[in-house]
Structure formats: C-alpha cells, structure tokens
C-alpha cells in the first residue's frame, strides 16, 4: 500500500498515456524492493520511494534518508557505429553521515554500484575515504543500427539523518581515441578514466602511450577487453587484462589479434598510495579502523595511441642484425685470401733466386710472418722448402746452431710420457723450479720447461669445462625465463619485467624481440673467433709435424684452450643475454653477467699465461674462483641492499683475496699458505725493512701489484661506503677494472722492453678501443633499471633511434660484441712479433 499511494501520489496530476519508462520503472521498484528483503530490510519502512525523469548534463541537488529513496530514470540513443560514454559523477556534501548512501546503476545488461564515501583500502588495511566519486558506464553492445536504451540510477541510504548529495550524469568528450591525437584528461583514486579504441584497417599493432608531468599520485595503465564489467578501481584494476603502474611515462604495445573485437579500452586509475612508484609510505593509524584523509589526489594525464612498426620493420632490423655480423665472416675470410696470396709470392720469391736473390738486394729474407693475419699463425711457414731454404741461407739467427734433426730427436724423447704428473716428481725438475722461478730475470723459456702436449692437454680442459658448464647453466636459464614470459602473458601484469616499454616490439610470445635479436652479434662473432683459433691450432700443428725450428723453439708458446674457451664464453653471453632479456628483472640479472664474469676471468689468465705457460692456474682451480665470485654475486643480488654486514665481510674477503693473489704473483707460487706464514712474514719485514733496507726484488711485478691493490683496495672502500645498490654490476666492474689495469701494464712492459706490436695487432688495439668507447657511450644511457620500481625504470624509457626497431640498448650490444671480438683478437695477435725471436731472450714481466 505504501509502495501505491507513493506512486500515485507522484502522479495523481499527469493526463494521457503514461510514459513509456513506466513499466521499466515499475520492474526497478520491484527489483529494489526485493534487494531490501534480502538485506533484512521491511519494504514497509520506505515511506517514500520517487522517481524522476532525469536529462543529461544536469546538477541534481538532493537528500536522502532510509525513509525516503530516489531513482533517476535516463534514456539515450546508441548506434552500432558510434560508441559514446556517459558518466556519473556524484558529490555528497555532507560528510558526517553515520552510513554511507549507495548508488545503483542499472543498465540493460549489467549493473555498477558504488557508496559515497567510497573507502578505498592502502597496504596495512588503511582506509582512505573519498566523497567526490566519478564512474563511466560500461557500454553494452549494440545489433541495431540505433537503439534507444534506458537506465537507472536509485539513490539510498541507511542513515535516519538527511544527507544532501549532487549528482549529474554526461556523456563523455572524446570517450573513442583517435588515431595519432593526444588527449588530456584528469583522473584520480576515486575518478577513473578509460576510452576506447577501435583498430584501423591494415594497422595490427599499436602502443597506447600515457603521460603526465607529474610524477606523484602513482597511477596504473591497464588495456581491457570490451566486455561489462570494467575494472577500474584500485583494488580490482588487476584483475583482467594488460596493466603497469607509472608516474611519468607509460607505454604498452597492444596487438589486434589479442582482442577479436579489434577494440579495446585503455583504463587509467590512481592509486590510494604511492609506495607502489617508490613514493612515501604514510604512518600506520593508531585506531585500526581509523580514517585517513587522502588529501588531493587528482593527476593530469594525456594519452595518444600510435601505430608501432610493421613488418618491413621487423624485415629490415633483422637483415641489418645479420649483415653487420656476416660482413665480419667476409673481411676475415678476404683477409685469408690476401695472406695466402702474399705467401704464395713470398715463396715463388725464396723458390727462384734467381730473380731476387739475397746477394742482390744486400737484405736478409724477411721471414714470411712478419705478413701474418688473423687465421694464420706467424711462425708457420708455408712450405719445407722454405724453411730449408731459410735455414740454408746466411741470416741473423743464433739460435739456428742445432740442427732441426736433433730437435725433432729431442722432442721425441720429452714425448715419451704425455702424463702431467711426470715432470714434477723428477728431482731435477722440482730442485729447479724453486731456483729458476726465483731468478731476478726471468725469461720465457724459464717458464716453458714443461712438455707442450701436455701443457696442451692440460689447457683444453679450460675449453671442455666451459662448455659443459654452459650446457648445464644454459637449460634451466631459458627453461625460467619461458615461465617467466609464459607469466607475464598470462597475468598481464607488465611490472614483472622490466623492458623499454617505447621501443619493445613483440614477436609470438615474446615481449621485446628487438632486444633479443640483437644478441646475436656475441653468437656470431664468438663463432667466427672459434674458426680463427682453429685455423691458427692446426697451422701450428702443421708446423710441428715438420719440426719447424720457429713453432719449437721461438715466440710465445701457442696453446689454443683458453682461446677456444674465450670463444665459448662469448657465444654464451649472448644465449644468456638473450635469455635475460626475454624478461630483464633483478632477479635474473644474474644470467646476463655470469659469463662476463668468465670472460674478464679467461682473459686475465690468457694474458698471464702468454709468459707464464708453466705456472698457469689449472681450469678447475680457475673454474672454482669464478663459481666463487657468482656465489657472492648471487648472495649480493639477494641480500646486498644496505645491508652492512654484507658489505663488510665482502670487503674483508675482497682485500684478503687481493693479498694471497698478489704474494701468489709476486713469488711465483714458490711460497706456502700455511702454520709458519705469519712468522715468516715478520722474518721477512725484519731483514727487509728493519735490519737492511733493500728494494724490491722484482720491481716491475712489484709496481703491478702495487696499483692493483690501490685499485681494489679503493673499490672495496666505495663498496663498504656507497653500497651500490646494482651488486653485480659493482662486481664485474672490479673485474675489468683488474683486467684493464692488467692488460696496460702488459703493453707498457712489452714496448719497455724493446719488443713492438705489428700493424694488424696496433689496428685491432685502436680499433676495439675506439668502439669501447662508443659502446660504453649507448651503455650508459639507462633505458631502464631495475634498481628502482617498474614505475620509476619507465620514466627512463626512449624511443628507438635506429631503423625505429633498436634502441640504444641494442647499440650497445652491438657494439659491445664486436669490441670483445676486437679485444680477443689483440690477445691472439698482439705477441706475433715475437715468433722469430728465441724464448730465452723473451723478457717475462
């Protein structure tokens, strides 16, 4: 009875046919009376129930209590080819409601309720209420060319006090983005935005990009299907779709075959806090159920939609990747056509004499590698006639006394036992190693006592460990990061990695194929290395075979393991880089510098090896210490963030290692880590130092190590001072930094000691420094860091700059991969000086 004398009571004065919304509006009573049953709520304490016809863009100024409720009944005109938004927005103005009034929006096919204050819950349950509430309806479609649609907005409360409230309901500007065309807007925690976009023909990928010149209120980008509900609070923004949290930039490549409508809408919330962005958290209250007020959180924002390449692009970047790379196979394989060509003349020259014999020209023949290239090995002649006709001739070479018969006879007898552990349980052997090793002067053959084939089969190990050491690292590495692609595709969620969002274009599943791709360079130059060393192994096994008296007793030694490794470790930094970019987060990181650790490590030991051959480190003793150094940089990822512990015991354990290793260079291994060491370390200071002064025996090693510990002593100090929060890229910058240090004083001593560096090497030495250089450059311009929030990385993003597929990202890897090659090759060319010069006069420094 209440319900009917309220409704004619509304309109005892009305003449005609009723309005068309009056069974519409009868079907609403119904349905709101049967939602009050169910909350226990008697239909017959409703003493008034109005409804009223209501007009877009119109301020309602209203009260309402639990005895008296208000429905606005609207109506508008849909068409299939036209999509527009309509808003409600809703203001009480009285905040001291002992209950909150609740809006139901009821639509054909879907309903949206909200209370005013809507409270919105922050980390630790804080609750943040807000009064002014803005929500667009979700838009259901339509199969008529234009429909007239109704809906209705029912306005009740609890409360027994009068609360007033505005409300206005409009249709939204610009609700369907255009293509190419930024639109502002404003948003906040309680007033979100989303729009629409409709694809356009022969376009299949595009980047929704969003901006704000403000950096704080944290917000969230989603992209959403077109289908009701839309989730576009706080709490629920999560729950569908695509989404990332941003302060200044945001960016998500969207592809048309993920939404068969070929539509979508781009959804933009404000959070209820910052933490997310890396912002300030607010205290805890002192009453659990304590309001926060939220203050003023309302951000400017712009969005814009622009097509992202096609695939001419992807064409394109790919055959630039691979022609930069093969273009290196073709200079490496004209180089070997040119030295093969100039050998061939050099021995058409010692074959007829006749045409430019010594005796007229006054010179001594140059010996055919002083020419030599990257594949061949410089002391292997071409043929045996012309080492006949070398040795025949009257040179310069002292060391040519012995016949080349009774070195191959003494080589036969060294190779009668091929096992390691002869020659140090010979007494000769071992009575001399402490007396040779601890010579003022050291020379190379000092040091390359040792029977070649085994030191030969020793060094492969280096080579064999690698390669099962990548195999077993290789498979769980790209086994996580599918899951880890496989995740992000599946949940959405656009914070697990951390991309340059603004120029990340997907291939399949894979979110960021650019920076996948252009590893490629460190797999192909690694394997164009291989095939150098190899051609340089079996020249020099050649040479062997014919007892040539260079490759037996002159130049550096020439084993080939550790290059084959250096090799293997360049082809799996880019696998793992590769892998690591499939999702770059802190977590993996660990996969992108594993094996530069290796590679620093290799190279270290190969330039200690050139004069060293003897006293080298083992592969499983070298093996151990870099499992060691990926240990700490693991425990570093984990554990290093202001921790000061950490850091202290790092820092202890980085000068310590720093000691051993320079006593372990400085006496030659000739010295014992053991009970005594702290007695015979006084014993030595008191003679030294107390009771004679006396210099440094050997005053170059002595410089060397004396600036390697000013370098990693002031590394540790930053360490335990600054503590960095990039731990692994802390520790590998301390091995360059070794490697660098090492590397220069290799060449200061070399030039001091009267030895020179031939063209090809001097050129490989300028040329890999000038594109270190540049590489460093793209290195350093931080496209993204996992150091700081995903929201905070974003704010570093840029555009591609090359092809519009690479950014400066990619540069970097391309340049980086053909700088390490540069620099391996300096390491495999820069002693061919010495390949004519007999190893007793080759000084070891």
Same mark, same amino acid.
């Given at each position: 009875? =209440? ?189 979100p935005q989303y729009f629409k976009y409709v694809f356009q023909d022969g376009v299949d990928t ?92 309302? *951000?400017?924002?712009?969005?814009? =939609? ?132 601890? *010579? ?57 990695? +951390? +991309? ?32 150098? =060393? ?41 696998l793992l880089s590769a892998c690591y970019h499939v999702c770059p987060n802190y977590t993996n ?198 150091? *700081? ?12 700059i090359l092809l519009s597929f690479f950014d400066d990202h990619d540069i970097w890897h391309f ?31």
């Open positions: 009875m =209440v319900l009917r004398s309220s409704w004619k009571s509304r309109h005892k004065n009305s003449c005609g046919p009723a309005p068309r919304w009056i069974r519409p509006g009868l079907a609403a009573l119904l349905w709101l009376c049967a939602i009050r049953l169910a909350c226990g709520i008697e239909v017959g304490e409703i003493k008034n129930i109005v409804q009223k016809d209501a007009e877009f863009d119109a301020n309602y100024n209203d009260t309402v209590t639990s005895e008296n409720q208000t429905i606005y009944a609207f109506n508008h005109t849909i068409s299939r080819n036209k999509t527009e938004g309509v808003r409600v927005s809703v203001d009480v103005l009285s905040n001291k409601s002992e209950s909150p009034i609740l809006f139901v929006v009821r639509q054909k096919q879907g309903v949206l309720s909200f209370q005013v204050p809507l409270i919105l819950r922050g980390l630790y349950q804080r609750k943040y209420p807000y009064y002014d509430v803005g929500r667009t309806l979700c838009q259901p479609p339509t199969r008529a060319a234009s429909e007239t649609q109704y809906f209705f907005v029912d306005v009740s409360t609890l409360s027994s006090q009068g609360t007033n409230y505005q409300l206005r309901v409009s249709r939204v500007e610009s609700f369907t983005l255009q293509t190419n065309k930024k639109f502002s807007f404003t948003a906040s925690p309680s007033q595009v980047i929704v990009k969003v901006n704000s010149d403000m950096t704080f209120p944290c917000s969230v980008m989603s992209i959403q299907d077109i289908q009701c509900p839309i989730y576009d609070l706080d709490n629920n923004v999560a729950f569908i779709g695509m989404y990332q949290t941003m302060t200044k930039k945001g960016a998500i490549t969207v592809q048309r075959k993920d939404f068969p409508s070929n539509s979508f809408y781009v959804v933009v919330v404000v959070k209820t806090e910052d933490e997310a962005c890396g912002g300030p958290l607010r205290f805890y209250p002192l009453r659990p159920d304590q309001l926060i007020d939220a203050g003023n959180r309302s *951000k400017a924002l712009d969005v814009m =939609v622009s097509p992202a390449i096609n695939l001419e692009a992807y064409v394109m970047g790919m055959l630039f990747c691979l022609g930069i790379f093969f273009s290196f196979y073709l200079l490496t394989l004209l180089c070997v056509c040119l030295e093969r060509a100039r050998l061939n003349k050099r021995r058409n020259v010692f074959l007829n004499p006749a045409d430019m014999s010594p005796a007229e020209t006054g010179k001594t023949p140059a010996s055919p590698n002083e020419y030599g290239s990257f594949a061949d090995n410089g002391s292997t002649m071409s043929s045996e006639a012309i080492t006949d006709s070398a040795t025949s001739t009257d040179n310069n070479y002292g060391y040519m006394e012995r016949s080349l018969e009774s070195v191959a006879r003494s080589r036969q007898e060294s190779l009668s036992s091929i096992e390691e552990d002869d020659y140090d349980t010979l007494d000769d052997i071992h009575s001399d190693k402490n007396i040779v090793r601890t *010579k003022k002067f050291l020379y190379v053959a000092d040091l390359a006592r040792k029977d070649k084939r085994i030191l030969s089969k020793k060094y492969q190990i280096y080579f064999w460990n690698i390669a099962t050491i990548a195999v077993f690292y290789a498979l769980p590495v790209v086994q996580l990061v599918i899951t880890y692609q496989t995740v992000v595709n599946v949940t959405g969620n656009q914070d697990i990695c +951390y +991309y340059n969002f603004l120029c990340a274009h997907p291939l399949g599943a894979l979110s960021a194929f650019n920076n996948i791709l252009s590893n490629l360079g460190y797999v192909m130059l690694g394997l164009l290395f291989l095939l150098i =060393v190899l051609k340089r192994d079996l020249a020099q096994n050649r040479a062997l075979e014919r007892h040539d008296v260079n490759a037996l007793e002159c130049g550096i030694p020439k084993h080939f393991g550790l290059f084959y490794a250096m090799g293997t470790a360049l082809m799996m930094e880019g990181f660990q996969f992108d510098t594993s094996f530069m650790y290796m590679i620093a490590g290799l190279c270290m030991l190969k330039l200690y090896q050139k004069r060293h051959p003897d006293i080298n480190a083992s592969a499983y003793t070298a093996y151990a210490c870099l499992a060691a150094v990926i240990f700490f940089s693991v425990l570093g990822v984990v554990f290093g963030r202001d921790n000061t512990a950490f850091w202290i015991v790092f820092s202890v354990i980085h000068i310590l290692a720093t000691l051993l290793l320079s006593t372990q260079l400085y006496y030659m291994g000739r010295w014992r880590l053991n009970a005594g060491i702290m007695r015979r370390i006084v014993y030595v200071i008191y003679t030294d130092c107390i009771r004679q002064c006396s210099g440094p025996m050997y005053i170059d090693r002595m410089v060397l190590l004396v600036m390697g510990n000013i370098v990693n002593w002031s590394l540790a100090a930053y360490g335990l001072i600054q503590r960095p929060n990039d731990f692994a890229s802390y520790l590998l910058a301390i091995a360059i930094c070794n490697l660098l240090l090492y590397f220069a004083f290799y060449i200061i001593m070399k030039l001091r000691s009267g030895e020179r560096i031939k063209c090809l090497a001097l050129v490989c030495i300028l040329f890999t420094a000038v594109v270190w250089g540049f590489a460093l450059y793209f290195f350093f311009q931080g496209l993204s860091t996992w150091q *700081k929030t995903p929201a905070e990385s974003r704010e570093h993003n840029r555009d591609c340049l980086s991969s053909i700088a390490m090659f540069g620099s391996f090759l300096v390491l495999l060319t820069m002693d061919d000086d010495l390949d004519t010069v007999q190893r007793d006069k080759i000084y070891v420094f």
